[in-house]
């Protein structure tokens, strides 16, 4: 009976332990917060293009995204064009494991100022089969995404990827700064 015993719980802890350890990646692969991405986020335009589209742009575009669920978009094209948006609503969609980012009347500038501008009016539409993740792309001018990406302890904001479809460029934003906490003030009086 001894014999027995030693296999049987070495198979009870090797089963556990392999339980645990899908448990454990699944939180680690998976975990993730929409108040994670509150803060501001760059993208650098020129680090991004290097000559791989029939157009370069440059500059450089902020995200600042508050807890409240809205935000704002600056680009900066470095040239002497600058937009920024007003307030806006933002939201996070979770799409079988990943996320996207939806920014409501968010510009698209991956594809330059003009088309920006075209989406932005309503005068232009931008259909894509692949929107980076194997889901059709449909902008219309209402909305923009980002996928959020985190390898290692890195995250990122990805727009999807426009020009070659073979070596494509894709923005990518990183957090430069989170907010600062606020604090209760208190106040006291002396007579």
């Not at 293009?49 to 440059?58: A, D, G, N, S």
């Not at 094209?77 to 609503?89: F, Q, R």
């Amino acid at each position: 009976m001894r014999g027995w015993i030693w296999p049987q719980m070495t198979l009870c802890v090797l089963l556990a332990l392999s339980a645990a350890g899908c448990s454990c990646a699944g939180i680690t692969r998976y975990a993730f917060d929409a108040s994670d991405l509150v803060g501001t986020w760059r993208a650098d335009y020129a680090g991004c293009f290097e000559k791989r589209c029939w157009y370069l742009m440059t500059g450089f575009e902020t995200l600042m995204l508050r807890p409240d669920g809205t935000y704002q978009q600056i680009y900066d094209d470095g040239k002497g064009y600058v937009y920024t948006s007003p307030w806006a609503k933002w939201y996070v969609e979770d799409r079988k494991g990943s996320a996207v980012l939806h920014l409501e009347g968010g510009r698209f500038y991956p594809l330059g100022i003009g088309f920006a501008e075209a989406l932005a009016d309503g005068s232009w539409y931008y259909r894509s089969d692949d929107d980076g993740r194997g889901y059709p792309l449909h902008l219309d001018g209402t909305e923009v995404i980002l996928h959020v990406r985190t390898r290692s302890a890195e995250r990122s904001l990805d727009y999807p990827p426009v020009c070659d479809p073979d070596v494509p460029v894709i923005v990518k934003f990183y957090l430069v700064a989170t907010p600062a906490p606020t604090y209760a003030a208190t106040l006291t009086l002396s007579p």
